[in-house]
């Protein structure tokens, strides 16, 4: 069992930044995969990143990349997405997801915990 808790949604300012969090708890982090998802009404969940807790690899959406970074704290077991730039498109909510394993993945089946999603919405 593994739990994700997110945090740090809110409201921006286009053209603004912010920095979504993911804490983990019950998992083994050494083999854990972690991403970030994101859904706007109307549309399916969309990839934006993933990462592997070592931090071996990364994957970005075409969407976000060099906009948005993934990074994680190991002693405090967090995730964050760090998200500049910030568009009026990329407005949805985020969600932290996790797969024991070490392996990536762009599709949301492949991922087997899932957090309570944060809003963000940019303001034009």
């Known amino acids: 069992q593994v739990q994700l808790v997110e945090s740090g949604g809110g409201l921006v300012q286009a053209g603004g930044s912010l920095r979504l969090s993911c804490a983990a708890s019950?998992?083994?982090?050494?083999?854990?995969?972690i991403a970030w998802f994101r859904q706007a009404p109307g549309k399916e969940r969309e990839f934006v990143t993933a990462t592997n807790w070592s931090g071996r690899s990364t994957v970005y959406s075409d969407s976000v990349k060099g906009r948005f970074t993934i990074s994680r704290d190991n002693a405090k077991s967090t995730v964050y997405l760090q998200m500049n730039s910030l568009k009026p498109e990329d407005t949805a909510v985020y969600f932290c997801?996790?797969?024991?394993?070490?392996?990536?993945?762009?599709?949301?089946?492949?991922?087997?915990?899932w957090g309570q999603g944060t809003q963000v919405t940019v303001s034009s």
């Open positions: 997801a996790a797969a024991l394993g070490s392996g990536l993945a762009r599709g949301p089946a492949y991922y087997n915990y």
């Open positions: 019950g998992r083994s982090a050494s083999n854990t995969a």
